[in-house]
């Protein structure tokens, strides 16, 4: 067998001569070009229902750092400055926060959606107030997160929020339109090869808020409010026209794409019910890799080496968490963090390809469950408890 965790299946640009060789008779190759101007276009009508404004960036880390700091601009310097986000996510939100001058202060998470724990917030709003310069959530794995929470706490609390929903480009909400529709929050998605809208490297910063989007648009283009004046501060974030050609011909597929990674989800749900999943989205939630809980007491390297024996690659996004890394353990406050770390402890993440069959998802699960069930792959706890 050869299973690989992800086999990242971009739309072919082997195929796609003319629209390239439109671009090279363009003579435009970058700085928001007319293919880009088409892709944003076509996301926000395709995808969010034509309701709000989009711009694209060359990765999304990028648009996390553009939209933080566009979120702290007008703040009063010289407080301690945390940024509140889950230890449970991807690197690229505490590095954001980092290069903003400010600090991850982590919030323990949810154990059934994995995404930020709202008491948990709360108390660290309580504690840490006056110092907490941004909330920074994540869109856990897709999920499609409450946002209206999020509107709440940021007028309640008067902070602001920028939400990592890196994953969830494809995810649909109860009213089935994408998520994040016709919120003015910052929300950043990753176009990113291995993601589940595939193309190589790429972002999409969706928000209602015009102003903010242009305002990210000027700072991705070094600050350049006005021609070769730096009105801002900035850098270079631009999307270049090839990469916004292989975006639009990822929208033609992509629905029929997050359709079958959700069937192929389904499958794994069905044929593991030894596992614990996030609560099954009503509609459509976007996947980049199955993610799923081990039983308490099973022992994840054993059973990550037997999958790989067998030809299977597996992953455990997010083991470690970011306070267990050794960059954050030192810059980062101690924290509290007992489901975090349970959760962690127990993650495994899956194979998910758009071309898998549904036999290889029933392959991965037949090796799973022999593992699971057999006692070599306990804990030496759990083992000597019995
Ligand atoms: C993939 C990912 C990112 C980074 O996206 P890039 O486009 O690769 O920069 C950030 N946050 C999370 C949660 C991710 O999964």
């Known amino acids: 067998m050869n299973i690989p965790l992800t086999r990242p299946s971009p739309p072919r640009l082997s195929t796609a001569g003319a629209e390239l060789r439109a671009i090279e008779q363009r003579g435009i190759f970058s700085n928001f070009g007319p293919v880009n101007t088409e892709f944003e276009a076509a ?186 004046n730096a009105t801002m501060l900035g850098l270079n974030a631009k999307m270049t026209e090839v990469g916004a050609l292989t975006g639009l011909l990822r929208l033609k597929s992509f629905a029929k794409i997050a359709d079958r990674r959700q069937t192929l989800m389904d499958l794994y749900r069905a044929a593991l019910p030894e596992l614990t999943f996030q609560p099954r989205a009503a509609f459509r939630q976007s996947h980049q890799f199955a993610s799923a809980l081990l039983p308490p007491g099973t022992d994840r390297a054993t059973i990550q080496a037997r999958l790989v024996a067998e030809g299977i690659g597996s992953g455990s996004y997010f083991s470690p968490h970011l306070a267990e890394q050794d960059f954050f353990a030192e810059t980062c406050p101690p924290a509290s963090l007992p489901v975090t770390h349970d959760i962690a402890s127990r993650i495994i993440s899956l194979p998910l390809h758009d071309k898998m069959k549904n036999t290889e998802i029933l392959e991965v699960a037949r090796a799973l469950r022999a593992c699971i069930t057999d006692k070599g792959c306990l804990a030496e706890i759990r083992y000597a408890a019995e």
């Open 43 to 228: 996301i926000v009508e395709q995808l969010f229902n034509g309701v709000g404004h989009c711009t694209t960036v060359c990765n999304a880390t990028l648009g996390l750092i553009l939209a933080i700091r566009q979120a702290i601009a007008h703040q009063q310097t010289g407080q301690k400055r945390y940024a509140l986000m889950p230890s449970f996510t991807f690197a690229a939100a505490a590095q954001a926060a980092l290069w903003n001058g400010l600090t991850p202060l982590f919030v323990d998470i949810d154990p059934i959606t994995w995404a930020a724990d709202p008491e948990e917030e709360a108390r660290l709003l309580r504690q840490h107030g006056q110092d907490i310069a941004v909330i920074l959530p994540y869109a856990t794995f897709g999920y499609a997160i409450d946002l209206a929470h999020y509107e709440a706490l940021s007028q309640k609390h008067g902070i602001p929020v920028v939400l990592d929903a890196a994953a969830s480009l494809g995810t649909l909400t109860a009213a089935g339109t994408g998520f994040g529709t016709g919120s003015a929050i910052p929300i950043i998605f990753s176009i990113h090869a291995t993601k589940a809208f595939a193309t190589g490297e790429g972002g999409i910063v969706y928000s209602t808020d015009k102003s903010l989007i242009q305002s990210l648009k000027t700072m991705a283009n070094f600050g350049f409010g006005r021609p070769r």
